[in-house]
């Protein structure tokens, strides 16, 4: 028999022991390959979304080639020492190491070659799905499946590398390994071992610090924060899990009638030496669900962000003409004239704006006239106003300054042309963006409107006023391409910083909404693909331990079966031995989770103002319904191999 058939051979043999780690790999390929089509799908040459389609891709491949490699590194380990014995043996009858390193590369390769043409297989077999998934993410009118070797390639190629990397080093793991320590195997040491009470307390310590910065964090420190609160809840973590854990046990232990009753005493005791055992991977598996919790879930709150968005920025089209614009009517017509094109239903209404200084604050105010107001009102179906002479209306500008201006009261005077005003409320709605009109901006009646008759204190006539232009399309997203060219002038100036001939503002929020919803959902499902390969490949490092000890759990449960335990009761300390190691270190990543939140949502409300706490929920709930289900398809599985003759 040559080592080729030997290794293939114990392939088969361990095919059953191998089926996470060859589906955890599978999933990777497949997503690696799904994105490696993305990216050199010859329609993102062309559109603007697809440097960003690309780009995120990219980066996904490379975080998760980086995660995979040392994902796999960690499994493979984890076999080879359940396997030690078996080596063990092998070296004892005559195998040398080099022979018995070539055996286990022999193993990877096989292994390495399967798991990438089926990845790379199931990948291409779902492309369509998936590019059906990001045309509509992407709102493209298509974006076809295609046969191109790049992408192949480029996952061969990958994975590859990749498989040999792991080979030599999981060959120079085992070949550091003595003969006599092989043939003990993986399980020899039976004692829980001692924890620090320093140690212990400084982990729970570090969590608590970090949970109540997270939860104090406020706008003024929330990016330094940023770089405290990680290193403190991963510091915290580690010794959570090393020592503190185990102190905790021990206190448990103390207490004889409650240690002491019936299966209990059995489940804990082995318990405690599998927790410390497996201090370091329930390490590892925190913070590998903690960073797909976060990313999804910080990926996710964006699409608050779009719901949002069409709140702030009612209006489909914005033109603001301003002094000496020889072009305003030129540009209009050319406005009205696309639309026209597109067959898209519109209303446009027009305000002159008038600028002045509030004495009672001091700062600038823009002024509406109230005739003018109701037209746009009445075109976007809300109600209309009516202010009486000498009095005025405030204009919020967000949904959050609404309920402050709707508090304040204000008597005041414009400077300028000494127009007294009482102010005593806020329009009910938001219908202009805060950044096309000043923060502090009043309607009034059309005769006190009149009676602004002076220009802004060092400004012209013309520099102290300038007309608003809002146009009302109902099918607001449609408006894709309109005003481009405006738009282009816009941008030019700004990256020249030459505006001469630029006496306007223009802006198409349907357009802004449909690039902002696309980019956030392409990232998002960007997001869910790399969390995926990251949950599996947490839970499967939990399956990876189990399985490293199962010989002994196998005798353990021999041995209780002969002293006359039930298979209820043995069921019952199954259970009480696996939830702590599935659902520990998931609990604490949920908690690193919420308390990131907190933080996050400080981030959302000086941005945007806005709540993201449904999406969240959404994302925990959603991954812990996952967990459960990875739960209890790896308990059916592992007590199957303890049942096993």
């Known amino acids: 028999m040559t080592f080729r058939q030997l290794a293939y051979r114990n392939v088969l043999r361990n095919l059953r022991s191998y089926a996470a780690f060859f589906l955890a790999s599978v ?69 040398t190491k080099k022979q018995l390193s070539k055996m286990i590369f022999f193993e990877m390769m096989i292994i390495g070659s399967i798991s990438t043409a089926a990845g790379i297989a199931f990948g291409f077999a779902f492309s369509k799905f998936f590019f059906m998934i990001g045309r509509e993410i992407m709102e493209l009118e298509s974006l ?179 002094e000496d614009n020889e072009n305003e009517q030129e540009h209009i017509r050319g406005l009205t004239e696309q639309l026209q094109q597109k067959g898209l239903a519109y209303d446009i209404a027009m305000m002159t704006v008038k600028r002045q200084t509030s004495a009672a604050s001091g700062n600038e105010v823009d002024i509406l006239k109230a005739s003018e107001f109701n037209r746009l009102a009445s075109t976007l179906e809300h109600e209309r106003v009516d202010p009486a002479k000498g009095e005025g209306i405030f204009i919020p500008y967000s949904q959050e300054s609404l309920a402050a201006l709707n508090e304040s009261v204000t008597d005041t005077v414009l400077i300028e042309s000494g127009v007294p005003l009482f102010i005593a409320s806020a329009y009910p709605h938001v219908l202009f963006p805060n950044r096309t009109l000043n923060a502090n901006s009043i309607i009034v009646n059309d005769e006190d409107f009149e009676a602004i008759d002076e220009p802004l204190l060092g400004f012209t006539e013309e520099q102290s006023s300038f007309n608003y232009y809002a146009f009302h399309v109902p099918d607001w997203t449609a408006t894709l391409g309109i005003g481009d060219s ?98 520990l270190p998931w609990s604490i990543a949920l908690l690193h989770s919420c308390f990131a939140f907190i933080s996050l949502q400080v981030v959302w409300d000086e941005f945007a103002e806005l709540s993201i706490l449904g999406e969240m929920a959404i994302v925990l709930a959603g991954f812990t319904a996952v967990q459960l289900l990875y739960f209890y398809l790896i308990r059916w599985r592992y007590i199957a191999h303890l049942q096993a003759p």
């Open 27 to 95: 999933v990777s390929v497949m997503v690696f390959f799904v994105y490696s089509m993305f990216i050199f799908h010859p329609l993102f040459e062309e559109e603007g979304l697809g440097t960003l389609a690309v780009r995120g891709m990219l980066i996904a491949e490379v975080v998760l080639y980086i995660f995979t490699l040392f994902f796999l590194f960690y499994s493979m380990s984890a076999f080879l020492q359940a396997r030690s014995k078996e080596f063990g043996v092998l070296v004892h009858l005559g195998m």
């Open 144 to 322: 076809p499946l295609y046969l191109s070797w790049k992408p192949f390639l480029l996952t061969i190629g990958a994975f590859a590398s990749l498989f040999i990397i792991i080979s030599f080093v999981s060959v120079g793991f085992i070949r550091t390994k003595r003969v006599l320590n092989l043939l003990h195997g993986y399980w020899k040491v039976e004692e829980t071992g001692k924890s620090s009470a320093l140690l212990s307390a400084a982990g729970v310590g570090f969590l608590v610090i970090a949970y109540t910065l997270a939860a104090l964090v406020d706008d003024s420190t929330v990016y330094m924060m940023a770089f405290i609160i990680p290193p403190l809840a991963t510091i915290g973590t580690y010794l959570f899990f090393t020592h503190s854990i185990h102190a905790l046990l021990s206190m448990y232990r103390r207490n004889k009638s409650i240690f002491w009753h019936k299966t209990r005493l059995v489940s804990i005791a082995d318990s405690a030496v599998k927790l410390k055992d497996s201090a370091q991977m329930f390490f590892i598996v925190t913070i590998v669900s903690t960073i797909a919790f976060l990313t999804v879930g910080t990926l996710a709150s964006f699409t608050s962000y779009t719901g949002d968005y069409r709140e702030s920025n009612p209006l489909s089209l914005i033109y603001i003409s301003f």
């Open 486 to 583: 405006l738009s282009d002038k816009m941008g030019q100036a700004f990256e020249t910083g030459n505006f001469e001939g630029i006496s306007y503002y223009f802006e198409n929020p349907g357009e802004d909404y449909r690039w902002f919803k696309s980019s956030f959902a392409l990232m998002l499902f960007i997001g869910v693909m790399v969390a995926l390969v990251f949950l599996l490949a947490a839970g499967s490092f939990i399956y990876f331990k189990l399985y490293t000890g199962l010989e002994r759990d196998r005798q353990q449960y021999a041995l209780l079966v002969r002293l006359g335990m039930t298979e209820k009761e043995l069921l019952k300390i199954v259970n009480r031995q696996l939830v702590p190691q599935f659902f």
